[in-house]
């Protein structure tokens, strides 16, 4: 089977960055910045590895868009073992969207041929679980998202488990090829050692430019992009009540009340809660949004 | 009358003579061969480029295979091995007079000097005798727990308990025969002859007697080199190389030379530890003092250190080793819950090393992607944040609060730079022990400065948890970094950075001069740049921090530092100094889950909690966080406190 895995080379927010002075950015706070990719992609690529493992044969390329500033991502792909790695050169360009993002992919995934796209649910940036899904509408492929449980006995199809609320699970198969968006809770990864990173980096890295996809920036620009960002905001902290636990009562209990900040369960609110099949949803969620003014009324041709 | 003497073959026809040669030969070639395909299995292990100078090599031989000190702290044990040693070295010696007597053309085994020759072999049999009847008595009747068992041991002991007996049997046939006045001398075959003399019948033929006794003692002769290279009696032979050729100080490890080159490293198999870690495997004597002094062991953990040489040993004596896994037998938890405390290293008789093998291990896991929960996330947060907890490099002087500290910049020169380390900089216990330091030496008036948001982890989580990838990097950058300012000394409080920058950065290139507060306190008393108060408590006790006392022999500055402060009363626990249990917080347990038994710092703290005192004081911030937690759960908070010594020295002064 040949499984493509995207993944974000991400700039970590815990170090290393600060908001640019017109908020529209984050910049490098000149301290050391640390580049990686997120939970969720480092869950796919996790994924891929493992289902090439099981079925004893394929092959896994991971695929990224991006500057060739920092080059970590790829090479932890590598480092966990993939085939091969493949980067798509843009410029840093902060008008490029989940859809530009999206057609670029599209044009090298095509040329790279797949049975199975898997990708991080959401980025470990911005956290948009756009990409995604766009991709597989452009390639016309089904979509499964939040996937925590992926089983390929047939090569056909695929089962998977998505990741409900409240920990529920709900399995769903569909035929491949296919995208599947993975959750960081499909499990723990394994180790990648420095020593292996320091491996891969001997391992060759295929830098793919926008011409060789027959795109230009500039193109992008112009249809690309449905959205542009605006600004960004630190988010205000929240306050956290620290719990100190009754020292009456036992240690495990203590434990216990420390590991949930001594939560009770909260009432649910009541909400509205919509039924009925896939098409019916759709229709009621763009008729709410179209009433609340969230969405255009006239849709794109 | 004769001058007293004998014939050494005496009885014994020549035909017989030959055959025993040839029987000597075959036992020493038997041994030969053993002994060299022990010798090829160690020489599969990898290079090892550690070494010890050859002073300090001769130094151990001298005290641990001669005088044998460590087997003295159990007196039972210790006299039983050393009437075993110093009886079998007398038999050996005997044997090798009576060769030169009987193969060079010396004859000096006569008269008086032959009479004090009986009177000594026969005395250094006796004490063998003794020493054999001992280790019996121990193995078989007080059969304490620690004590491996191992096939063939009940063999060994009998064969060598008769190798013996029928030596002085031979003897008193000889004597019984003609009963030559001088042989009162033989303080063993004289008496040995007259109760024979008592018990057998008249008639007895004791040339014939005689004769069979001597085929008797020689076949046990045979069977003991025969097996020299197997059984328990390895150690004989193995021993005294693994004393002279030891490697490294107690829980220094293996440093990795090729990283990214190839992509597992650490023990898959067992070639891939050096061939010393492999001769230490054989060197073992299963004494169980290891396991006894075991924290991991005392607290239900699955961890014996012995356990693990012994499963070890198993596979490489068995067949395809040293190419076959360790891991066909060690399992992964016994290698995860040591906490490097190097207890057993410094109770080992032999000094076998466990750290490094078990970090060995270790490694093979983390390269293999084996790492979960705590383990992991402490890894990749340490990877990326350079440090284990995963707070962000920029907040790593927050812990300053208030407090006006010089950060330094680079091209800044100090005399004095302290290294906060990522306890002291993120955790709250640690970063009160950084606090306390920090207005001690602004009391004392001490040039110093630190490295502020520059500084990272020193990397002992990493090396200890066998990511030794991550730890060379961590070195490499803080060397580097480090050599952009000038300072003269480097101040560390907490034990593992100390360890790691004073005895690890060398081999990396970097030469620093690193001091610990104990040490600068003790500086700065004896200059009177600070004065002692009482501070209200009055009993307190000192744990040892493992990092700080058996690893680098820092015992008594901090005792003499505590006794400087007026009103305080040291008690010691029971395992206190070079004998110091384990808080539970080494080797990355301050950071990973504890899965079993119950927990080390608890076991440590009920010692402190029954001298009674108000205060344990200890000098790490793992200690300190490990024993707090201990008092907390044990409900007594606000009644005995755990602080630094920085902290009581702080308020002291
Ligand atoms: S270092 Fe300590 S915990 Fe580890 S095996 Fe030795 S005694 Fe046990
Ligand atoms: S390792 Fe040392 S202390 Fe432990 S059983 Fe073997 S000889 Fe004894």
């Known amino acids: 089977m040949k499984i493509l895995v995207l993944v974000k080379e991400v700039m970590d927010a815990n170090a290393g960055l600060a908001p640019s002075p017109d908020g529209s950015r984050v910049l490098p706070d000149g301290t050391d910045p640390v580049c990686r990719i997120g939970p ?76 199975l796209i898997l990708c991080g649910n959401k980025s470990y940036d911005l956290g948009r679980s756009q990409v995604g899904a766009i991709l597989a509408e452009l390639l016309g492929i089904p979509q499964v998202s939040r996937v925590v449980k992926i089983e390929t006995g047939n090569r056909t199809r695929v089962q998977v488990q998505r990741r409900m609320e409240k920990g529920d699970r709900e399995i769903v198969e569909c035929p491949l090829p296919a995208l599947l968006t993975v959750d960081h809770l499909a499990g723990e990864p394994q180790y990648i050692s420095v020593n292996a990173l320091l491996v891969a980096e001997n391992q060759p890295v295929e830098s793919w430019d926008l011409a060789s996809l027959d795109l230009t920036s500039d193109k992008l620009d112009q249809e690309g992009s449905q959205t542009r960002l605006m600004a960004f905001e630190p988010p205000r902290p929240r306050p956290k009540k620290i719990f100190v636990p009754d020292s009456s009562l036992s240690p495990d209990q203590k434990i216990n009340l420390l590991l949930t900040g001594g939560l009770t369960q909260e009432k649910k609110k009541g909400s509205d809660l919509l039924q009925g099949s896939p098409d019916h949803l759709a229709d009621e969620i763009i008729k709410f949004l179209k009433e609340k003014g969230i969405i255009p009324s006239v849709s794109k041709a | 009358m004769n001058p007293a003497g004998r014939e050494i073959f005496w009885n014994i026809p020549g035909p017989i003579i030959i055959g025993m040669y040839a029987a000597v030969v075959l036992s020493l070639i038997i041994a030969a ?16 480029q550690d070494s010890l100078p050859w002073i300090e090599r001769a130094k151990h031989f001298l005290t641990y295979a001669v005088a044998q000190v460590k087997l003295f702290r159990e007196s039972f044990s210790g006299i039983m091995h050393i009437s075993i040693f110093v009886g079998f070295l007398g038999l050996f010696a005997a044997t090798a007079v009576i060769v030169l007597e009987e193969y060079t053309p010396l004859v000096f085994l006569r008269g008086r000097i032959y009479m004090v020759f009986s009177l000594l072999s026969d005395l250094a049999g006796l004490i063998f005798l003794v020493g054999i009847s001992l280790a019996i008595y121990r193995r078989y009747v007080q059969r304490p727990e620690k004590l491996e068992r191992r096939r063939g041991d009940l063999l060994t002991l009998g064969g060598l308990f008769l190798l013996a007996f029928t030596g002085f049997l ?66 004989i032979l193995v021993t005294p190389f693994n004393l002279l050729l030891k490697k490294r100080p107690l829980g220094a490890l293996r440093p990795v030379l090729r990283l990214g080159e190839e992509k597992i490293l650490g ?13 230490d495997i054989d060197a073992c004597t299963g004494c169980g003092r290891c396991q006894e002094v075991c924290p991991a062991f005392n607290t239900e953990k699955p961890l014996s250190p012995m356990n693990v040489v012994g499963k070890l040993r198993n596979l490489l004596s068995g067949k395809n080793s040293p190419d076959s896994s360790p891991w066909r037998e060690v ?101 009160e022990i950084s606090l306390a330091l920090v207005k001690l030496l602004k009391k004392a008036q001490v040039d110093f400065a630190i490295l502020g948001s520059k500084e990272r982890c020193c990397g002992d989580f990493a090396r200890r948890m066998g990511e030794e990838g991550l730890f060379q990097k961590l070195a490499r950058e803080n060397i580097e970094n480090l050599k ?22 060398s081999k990396f290139a970097g030469e620093f001069e690193i001091i610990h507060y104990s040490e600068l306190i003790t500086q700065l008393s004896r200059d009177n740049k600070i004065k002692l108060d009482s501070i209200g408590e ?116």
């Open chain 1, 40 to 115: 969720d992609d480092r869950a796919a690529l996790e994924e891929a590895v493992k289902i090439r493992a099981s079925q004893g044969s394929g092959s896994v390329t991971a695929v990224t868009v991006g500057s060739t500033e920092n080059v970590n991502g790829l090479r932890i792909c590598l480092a966990r073992g993939v085939d091969r790695a493949v980067r798509i050169v843009t410029e840093d360009n902060p008008y490029q969207d989940a859809f530009s993002t999206a057609r670029i992919i599209k044009k090298a995934v095509e040329k790279l041929g797949f049975n």
């Open chain 2, 33 to 48: 061969i053993g002994f060299l395909r022990r010798l090829s299995r160690w020489s599969r292990g990898e290079k090892d």
């Open chain 2, 170 to 235: 031979t003897e008193a046939a000889r004597i019984a025969t003609d009963w030559p006045g001088f042989e009162v001398y033989s303080i063993g075959g004289y008496p040995l002859a007259r109760i024979l003399d008592l018990i057998l019948p008249r008639d007895t033929r004791w040339e014939t007697f005689h004769r069979g006794l001597w085929l008797f003692h020689l076949a046990f002769v045979l069977l003991f080199f025969a097996f020299l290279p197997s059984l328990r009696l390895t150690h």
């Open chain 2, 267 to 279: 023990a898959g198999k067992l070639k891939n530890l050096s061939w010393k870690q492999l001769l």
């Open chain 2, 331 to 431: 399992e992964e938890v016994e290698v995860w819950n040591c906490t490097t405390c190097g207890a057993c290293e410094e109770a080992c008789p032999v000094l076998i090393n466990h750290i490094d093998r078990l970090v060995e291990l270790r490694r093979y896991q983390v390269h293999t992607g084996n790492v979960r929960g705590s383990a992991l996330r402490g890894l990749e947060d340490l990877f990326y944040y350079g440090n284990p907890w995963g707070h962000p490099p920029k907040d790593r002087t927050l812990w300053l609060q208030d407090e006006k500290v010089r950060i330094l910049e680079e091209g800044e020169e100090t005399d004095l730079l302290y290294w906060v380390g990522c306890a002291g900089a993120y955790d709250p216990q640690g970063q």
């Open chain 2, 484 to 505: 952009k300012y000038k300072f003269n000394k480097i101040l560390v409080n907490c034990p593992h950075g100390y360890n790691t920058l004073k005895n690890e950065y």
């Open chain 2, 538 to 653: 009055k009993g307190i006790t000192f744990h040892d921090p493992c990092y700080l006392g058996r690893y680098n022999k820092i015992f008594d500055l901090p005792r003499d530092i505590i006794g400087k402060v007026p009103g305080l009363e040291l008690k010691e626990m029971a395992q206190n100094r070079k004998d110091a249990f384990c808080c539970g917080g080494g080797g990355g347990h301050v950071l990973l889950d504890p899965q079993y038994g119950e927990g080390i710092n608890l076991r440590r703290f009920q010692e402190a909690e029954d001298l009674g005192v108000e205060m344990v004081v200890t000098a790490c911030p793992f200690c300190k966080m490990m024993l707090d937690l201990a008092v907390t759960s044990r409900d007594l908070s606000g009644k005995v406190k755990v602080k630094d010594l920085a902290e009581v020295i702080e308020s002291a002064s």
